[in-house]
Nanobody, 111 residues
Framework: QVQLVESGGGLVQAGGSLRLSCAAS????????MAWYRQAPGKQREFVAG???????SYVGSVKGRFTISKDNAKNTVYLQMNSLKPEDTAVYYC?????WGQGTQVTVSS
């Protein structure tokens, strides 16, 4: 069965950085598009960043220039480098691929 496990979340001050990881099993990130979503309390889950099997990337406008999605096919892992974090980035971040979702990792940005 496909499993996605996120890690790297935590508490940071505004302007700080975090690197999230999504370790995949039961599938190859080289063969599928992968994405990061986030969900803040009381809000719908929203798309944050995506990467195609070929490596093309896309981002929601609010994170462009600050976040970078990447992957290491050999490690079967997808990353989200988050720089210049803002309080409005506070959310649970989820990794998604094929029909699978990870359990989420909490990112909290204090002002």
């Amino acid at each position: 069965q496909v499993q996605l496990v996120e890690s790297g979340g935590g508490l940071v001050q505004a302007g700080g950085s975090l690197r999230l990881s999504c370790a995949a099993s039961g599938m190859s990130v080289s063969a599928y598009a992968m994405a990061w979503y986030r969900q803040a309390p009381g809000k719908q889950r929203e798309f944050v960043a995506g990467i195609t099997s070929g490596g093309a990337t896309s981002y929601v406008g609010s994170v462009k220039g600050r976040f970078t999605i990447s992957k290491d096919n050999a490690k079967n892992t997808v990353y989200l480098q988050m720089n210049s974090l803002k309080p409005e980035d506070t959310a649970v971040y989820y990794c998604q691929g094929t029909t699978a979702w990870g359990q989420g990792t909490q990112v909290t940005v204090s002002s």
